[in-house]
């Protein structure tokens, strides 16, 4: 047994193989034991996948450790990603008790390179919302402080990873749904360009821009499980075809070439003190070293969130359509087919998709359709040009992940503008399909995590990934900081 469990990353895991010092069931024990410990308090899982997990870390054989980067590392994945004969519910009542006839084709390679899926994370009900309380079941609660959020919608990966409960775990980003909870919990998250990472077998909320990403203690873990799930999936069009560069090999090369810059008058932008501070020192650290930060103007943020709840709430009616009662899922028993429609949708979805789902629709409508939806497709072609313009003058753009650190419970879940515009820094790359990372920064005076995020052009993940560890490396983020202690 394994009692550092917590702090473990992928590579300590790998070298306690290599010294034969532990077996793969005794780590896999380990963190069983923890989520044991630590998640009453937490509520990060919706499903624990014991045996499987225990009799999967029993029959793997240490002589396949070289060929398999990720052996024996236990993994948690959000609950929209689907697992072969394990429940995938989108923390939604339509889809309780919902088990997939077939892997994710992420699971599939988590699987190929000797992973260890241990359960199934916590959600906004089809990764609709920021603060992971629209499940449909269960609260998660920030690690570093219970009475606080974990952002969302990926917050019940964020949170098992803060909590050590698993050393990494993959979520998915519809408009900052990894970098969110990974700034307000303290760890690492990132999605890729679109297209880099394989969405077949993600439930779709929004297809053009959902995308599949890491959740990890440090940048390097982060680039070691990007690099495992990446590549050209046949079963995805909209898959890069492309080869796919090692990130983990770039996170050895000097950031010397590369050039940064921030928002202008990022002084002056509407965030809370702390956040302000981060993103100063994070600039002062870079001029002092003898870069220069250039300020260019980045899309109109209000625009750009104006222009992401239109298209992705339309792409939502359209996805959700297909839980009708009809072929899987929750159905109500009723005496005619479209009560049983009205009912089966009406008691199965929570409030928020409920939202989602009738905005989407009135912006398709007939007599909506080029007042809101065609306009926003416009808006959206100027933001790409706007990141195209700006990714040809530096590489990387510094910008806060999260407006604010986490904010309580209950706080904002009246209020959805409210909620919304704790997204309004990461939204951005996902309407222009580019990657971005959010790294750790520093604390806030109520002992709250703060968050920094890097943006880069398509295809440009090495750019980024350089930059956010060269950045890491100055925040020194968890050697200053002893985590958080819950349970």
């Known amino acids: 047994m394994l009692h550092d469990v917590g702090k473990l990353t992928i590579a300590d895991i790998r070298r306690l193989y290599s010294e034969e010092r532990v077996r793969p069931a005794e780590v896999l024990e380990s963190y069983l034991n923890r989520i044991e410990e630590k998640d009453p308090a937490i509520g990060a899982f919706l499903h624990i996948f014991k045996e499987k997990a225990i009799e999967e870390a029993e029959t793997l054989d240490i002589a396949l450790m070289e060929s398999k980067p990720l052996f024996g590392v236990p993994i948690a994945l959000k609950d929209n990603i ?55 079941f269960q609260l998660t609660h920030n690690p570093w402080d219970t009475d606080y959020a974990p952002g969302g919608s990926s917050g019940g ?27 307000l919990c303290g760890v690492v998250g990132m999605k890729g360009t679109y297209g880099r990472v394989s969405r077949y077998g993600l439930v779709a909320f929004a297809s053009s821009f959902d995308q599949i990403g890491p959740i990890g203690k440090n940048v390097r873990d982060t680039a070691f499980l990007m690099d495992v799930v990446s590549g050209h999936d046949p079963h995805d069009s909209t898959s890069i075809q492309e080869s796919h560069s090692s990130l983990v090999e770039a996170l050895e090369e000097e950031i010397g070439d590369l050039t940064f810059s921030v928002p202008r008058g990022f002084r002056d932008l509407d965030l809370s003190p702390s956040v302000r501070e981060a993103l100063g020192e994070t600039v002062e650290y870079l001029r002092n070293s003898g870069r220069e930060v250039r300020e260019v103007e980045l899309p109109d943020l209000e625009a750009a969130m104006a222009c992401y709840y239109i298209l992705a709430d339309a792409e939502a009616s359209s996805n959700l359509a297909r839980y009708d009662g009809v072929r899987y899922g929750y159905r109500h028993r009723a005496d005619s087919l479209i009560e049983m429609y009205e009912k089966t949708r009406g008691e199965g979805f929570g409030e928020e998709v409920k939202r989602r789902i009738l905005t989407g629709t009135y912006v398709l409508s007939s007599g909506y359709y080029d007042e809101y939806y065609s306009r926003a497709q416009k808006v959206r072609a100027m933001i790409i040009e706007d990141f195209r313009r700006v990714f040809s003058e530096v590489d990387v753009v510094i910008t806060p992940t999260s407006p604010t650190p986490a904010f309580k419970l209950g706080e904002k879940v009246d209020n959805p503008i409210a909620m919304y ?24 005076p109520e002992g709250l995590p703060i968050g920094i995020q890097v943006m880069a052009g ?30």
């Open 82 to 136: 689907c697992t072969k004969g394990k429940p995938t519910t989108c923390a939604s009542r339509i889809l309780e008790g919902y088990v997939p006839p077939y892997d994710a084709t992420v699971v599939e390679r988590l699987k190929e390179a000797g992973a260890v899926i241990i359960g199934k994370t916590n959600m906004d009900e089809f990764a609709m919302g920021s603060s992971t309380e629209n499940s449909a």
């Open 421 to 444: 515009l704790s997204d309004i820094f990461t939204t951005t790359a996902n309407i222009a399909g580019i990657p971005a990372i959010s790294i750790p920064a520093r604390l806030s």
């Open 157 to 183: 990966s964020a949170a098992a990873v803060a909590a050590g409960m698993v050393p990494v775990a993959l979520g998915s980003d519809t408009g900052g749904s990894i970098r969110q909870p990974a700034s």
């Open 458 to 487: 398509l295809k440009e993940e090495r750019k980024m990934i350089r930059a956010a560890y060269a950045l890491e490396k100055e925040f020194d983020f968890q050697s200053k900081v002893s985590g958080p202690e819950v349970g």
